[in-house]
């Protein structure tokens, strides 16, 4: 299986002609040609996911020549045409090579999505954590406007305690300036953990479905800013 040279292709893994051409003794103009043929014989002439025609360079005269990438089932179907003791044996060692890489990449995905559910738990956790913070905040916010207008009742009929009543209106109004300015940071805060969401969840199964949710939720928070 270590004489095997694979590679990956939209996710999966490919072996090129020049390998193949090179493992089963051939020459690989004449493997192009065989691969061609094969193109020909598909739906929608030379549009296949089986082969990708790429190129590569020369070593020597360093120029840049046509060369294809299979997947398995395009191997299987560019090896049967190939005979001998020596081409069974290659044949099994591709297989095995392309058994190993697919359960190689298989485990990688699942990694991956391991890594990606816990990066958006983590997401999520800050949006919930966002809209608490927004929702305490707003709700202050309320009671000091509250309060200000209470006193500043007080200090329009207060004559006699004009001096008390105006500092206390005025200590108020700071207030208020105060929380308006940190409710208008958290839903900044907010909507930062509700785009950095999006990006972390962009591609997920169910991100539509996620994100809809999750932004009917935040809607009522939204509207107070």
Wanted: with cysteine; proline share 3%.
């Amino acid at each position: 299986m270590t004489d095997i040279i694979l590679s990956t292709q939209n996710g999966e893994p490919v072996a090129s002609s020049r390998d193949v051409a090179k493992r089963f003794g051939k020459r690989h103009d004449h493997v192009i040609r065989d691969i061609e043929e094969l193109i020909k014989g598909f739906p929608k002439n030379g549009d296949t996911p089986m082969f990708f025609k790429t190129e590569y360079t020369h070593p020597q005269n360093h120029q840049k020549y046509p060369m294809y990438l299979m997947n398995r089932d395009g191997f299987s179907m560019l090896a049967m045409g190939f005979t001998g003791k020596e081409a069974v044996q290659w044949k099994l060692k591709y297989i095995e090579a392309f058994n190993a890489m697919e359960k190689q990449l298989a485990q990688q995905h699942r990694d991956q999505r391991e890594v990606q559910d816990v990066n958006i738990q983590n997401a999520i956790d800050r949006v919930i954590g966002a809209r608490k913070a927004l929702d305490k905040k707003t709700a202050f916010l309320d009671e000091c406007r509250k309060a200000r207008e209470e006193n500043k009742a007080v200090y329009l009929q207060a004559k006699s305690l004009c001096g008390i009543a105006k500092a206390t209106y005025s200590k108020d109004c700071s207030t208020v300036r105060a929380m308006e300015t940190a409710v208008r940071m958290a839903q900044d805060n907010l909507t930062h953990a509700v785009d950095d969401l999006t990006i972390v969840a962009k591609g997920y199964p169910f991100y539509a479905a996620l994100m809809d949710s999750l932004l009917d939720e935040l809607a009522p928070a939204k509207k107070e800013d």
